[in-house]
Every structure is written in C-alpha cells, then in structure tokens.
C-alpha cells in the first residue's frame, strides 16, 4: 500500500507533482481556511505524514492519533505550534524550514522597520486619499535609519540577515541571545549587549527571537518603559513574545514612538483590534517568508524531507534531533 501524505493548505499541484507516483497524497483544497480540527484528527489517524502550517495546532490529541504517524513537516522555520515532547515519544519526526526563508524573512523584516521609521504606509494612503496639496517642510516626516543603533533580539540566522542589511545602512548593531556569536560580532562589528541594555539604547528594537516559555511576554510594559521614546519596536519573530496590551498601552502613552507588526498574539487579529487603530502602527499579516520563489522552496523542502523520512532516513531539516525513525505500520 503506498504511504499517506495528508497536507493540510492548498499548495500548488507542479509542487505536489513528483508526490503522485509514490504516494497517496490528499489536501485541504483552501488556501486561506484552516483545516477544522475534527477532519485533521481524522486525517492523522490515516497518515504516514503531514504536511502542516503554522496556523495548524499539532498537539497531544493530533499526534496520539497518528498511530501510523512518522512525520510532521511544517511549512515554517518556526514549531512552536507543535507538541515536540509528544512526539519524541512517538517517535515522529518533526521537520521545519530553515536557510530557505532566512534572505526573504530578513528583507521583510527590514522593509517593516523602514516602513515603520519613514511612514512610508501612512504616506501611501495620504496620496491615494487626495490629500496631498503642497509640498511641505515636515510632511510625513519619519525618522532616519542610517547611523542608528538596531537592537536585535534573537541573533539566528534571520537576526543576522538582518544585521548584514544594518551595517549596509552604517548602522550600530547591538544583538541579545541566548549565546554570544562570536563571529558575528567580528564580521559585522555587532556588539552583544543584556537585554536590558539593548532596550535602553537601541533605536529600533528588532523581535526575531522564537517562541518558549521563557520568551513568553517578554515584552511587558516595564520593557517598553524602559525603551527610548523616540525607539520603533518591530516584531516578526512571533507574536506571544508580546504583551500586546503592554505594547499598546505603550504606544498610546507616547513611550515608543512606534511598532511595526507581522505577527501577532493571535493570529489573525482582528480588524477592530486597538493596535490597529494607531497610525503609528503598521500592521501586515504574517508575510516575513512571503515571497513566491522562497514558499516554493519551502514547500519543496517539506515534500523532500517528508520523503526522506518516509524512505527511514534522517531528514535535511530535523527538529527533535534526538527521533530515531521507529518501525510503524
Ligand atoms: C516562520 O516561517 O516561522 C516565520 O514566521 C516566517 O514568516
């Protein structure tokens, strides 16, 4: 009988292409709907691997049920929106997508924090609005970028994309992570800093860093106190990192002078959310990784890895290091 992949977004059939001959392979046929949870239980009982997204909450009771289940390839570099301890013990694989996303990822990140610093949004819907009359010293007038001091918090891979497009802009680039990166610093002049440092003295303060319990809230209202008022806080790491409400309570306080947002606490937020009432505030929808040859590549690296585990080898881009692939069904 040949394996059953189940996927649970549209993705497009050349991608799915090559999966046909080997397997049987069934979708969720939208692109912008999630899966109801009741058809996803229903779907892992069958399957011999799923193909995820990050919307898609992959936990206990989906990964129990998966009693053929050998790998879960989610289509992000972020997996937090699975139960790894479940399935160490299942013995499924877990697979993301790193190194693929990490260009495309940076240049949105840093596109967010110009827009965000230059107004650039605002000005846009200024134009288009039939607002604009003359010509004027201080319209729109945004903030400077270059020569600045970029804070980043969470130096991987995307943090230090980011930091490479910062030092193009003759940048001061202070990092905070859970280690120092001793190479970075000597290659791009990035200085490591405490977090309480960095929130102090940065101008823009960059949110890259994953989702953990111990990066939950990790920017309360004491944090964006602490921050300069003249600082642009930007996050397109995951949005439970934020107290939102903090944030908001910040921004409105005129602590901050702004925050350019991809994702959010809850995702996706809704339109009458305060944060987006702010015009202080832009707001996209969770694109970081967005761009089409980077999600091809990423779809391409789900299938692979998917096929590689199927075939009871060790995937490219494995997440619970310590799986060993175990005989199921
Ligand atoms: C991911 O893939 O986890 C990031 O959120 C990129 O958008």
Redesign the pocket.
């Known amino acids: 009988m040949k394996p059953y992949i189940y996927i649970t977004r549209k993705l497009p059939d050349e991608v799915l292409m090559p999966l046909q001959k080997h397997y049987v392979v069934n979708m969720w046929e939208q692109e912008e709907v999630p899966v109801p949870r009741e058809i996803l239980l229903g779907e892992a009982e069958k399957a011999d691997a799923l193909l995820t997204v ?1 919307a898609d909450t992959i936990d206990e009771g989906i990964l129990t049920a998966g009693k053929n289940l050998k790998v879960v390839a989610n289509l ?3 997996f937090d929106n699975i139960d790894l301890k479940v399935a160490n013990r299942q013995g499924i694989a877990v697979c993301n ?1 790193p190194d693929v ?1 990490t260009d495309t ?1 940076a240049d949105l990140t840093f596109a967010l924090l110009m827009a965000t610093a230059r107004r650039i949004v605002e000005a846009a819907e200024f134009v288009k609005a039939g607002k604009w009359e003359s010509w004027s010293p201080l319209l729109l007038a945004g903030q400077d970028i270059h020569h600045k001091t970029i804070g980043i918090v969470g130096m991987g891979k995307i943090g230090e994309t980011v930091a490479k497009r910062a030092k193009g802009f003759d940048m001061n680039i202070l990092y905070h992570n859970r280690s120092r990166k001793p190479e970075i610093e000597q290659k791009l002049g990035a200085m490591y800093v405490s977090f309480a440092e960095l929130v102090e003295k940065a101008d823009f303060i960059v949110c890259l860093t994953p989702l953990t319990p111990d990066t939950k809230h990790m920017f309360t209202r004491d944090v964006f106190k602490k921050m300069k008022s003249s600082a642009i806080f930007i996050n397109a790491g995951r949005g439970p990192v934020v107290d939102e409400e903090a944030l908001y309570e910040a921004l409105v306080a005129e602590e901050i002078a702004g925050a350019g947002l991809d ?1 959010f606490a809850k995702e996706p937020i809704s339109a009458d959310h305060p944060l987006l009432k702010l015009t202080n505030v832009v707001a996209l929808p ?1 694109i ?2 967005s761009s089409m040859e980077t999600r091809v590549e990423m779809m391409r690296l789900c299938i692979d890895n998917i096929e590689v585990v199927l075939n009871r080898k060790e995937p490219k881009t494995l997440v619970n290091k310590e799986w060993k692939p175990v005989i199921k069904a």
């Open positions: 990050l992000a570099v972020g997508t996303l990822t994702v969770h970081g990784s």
